[in-house]
């Protein structure tokens, strides 16, 4: 009798034991370190903060720094490297990013640049690496990156007053310029040819914070490009802008020389009033053509200056 009593209290003790237990299982197996929705809609979820990142993307460095964060591996690029990342690992350039090179540095996290190296996903998921595809075009583009990137390294605070003090640096430079609406256009030369700019390329998104009319707003985007619309010479004339920006792919003097050139051969083009007043200005590339990320309040100011000297 005495055994039997044994064994029960035994089994009540095992049992009381196990259901104590249960709970932090539980909220183990559940907890995680943060949940991030990526730019193409994937929820990604880390159990721990990532310590080993590599990026695609040399614009996606300074943010990440500026909350804390740092990397094992990153592109080539002849701009945009913070001094901290100098040293780190190339993985290529962004348009070649080495696959090999990138799983032999053994990330926990690759961070990829959207519409151009999602291509890697598949590639780093069978390697059982995490990935992040990220956008970093638009003002709201780096703001929203800022915040992921804040909460994969834990400083949350860090990123809400850097959001704070671009918000006020750009709300300073709209305020301290009259408020007329210009209406401006902005062209973009390549070896290729010519293009417009839309609303969602950097230049296009920079003149709506100043208050600005882009003339190709509401143009059918290029098939390519969802941020250009096709090049009209006649359709420019008859939109006649106010201030023509022009962004480049290629070396700004032999740029400028062409551009000139090209309106110079044209009677059609002095009727245009950016022409006209001298009112073409050229942006510099490493602003308007690649995402300034925590420097878009200069980006803004650049182009207001210009304006408004």
Known sequence: MKKIWALALLTALTLALTACGAPAAQESASGSYATITDDNGRTVSFDKKPERIVVTSASFLEPLYAVGGEVVGRPDSKSKIPDAAKNVTSIGRVYQIDAE??????????????????????????????????????????????????????????????????????????????????????????????????????????????????????????DKNPDAAPYSMETLVAQNPDIIFVTSMGEEAEIRASMEAMFAESPAWQSVAAIRDGRVYYLPQEMFLFSPGIEYPEAVKYMARLVYP
Do not use: C
Not at 120 to 140: C, F, G, Q, R
Not at 197 to 214: F, H, R, T, V, Y
């Open 101 to 222: 090179k990138v799983l032999s540095l053994t990330p926990d996290l690759v961070i990829l640049n959207k519409g151009m190296n999602e291509k890697l996903v598949e590639t780093l998921a069978a390697n059982n690496v995490n990935t992040l595809v990220l956008d970093m075009k638009t003002y709201d583009d780096v703001k929203r990156e800022i915040g992921i990137f804040a909460t994969l390294t834990g400083e949350k605070e860090k990123g809400e007053q850097l959001t704070s003090k671009m918000d006020a640096d750009i709300a300073a430079v709209r305020a301290s310029i009259p408020s007329d609406k210009k209406r401006i256009a902005i062209i973009h030369s390549t070896g290729q040819g010519l293009s417009v700019q839309l609303d969602g390329s950097i230049a296009g998104s920079i003149a709506n914070m100043l208050g600005w009319e882009n003339t190709a707003s509401g143009m059918t985007a290029l």
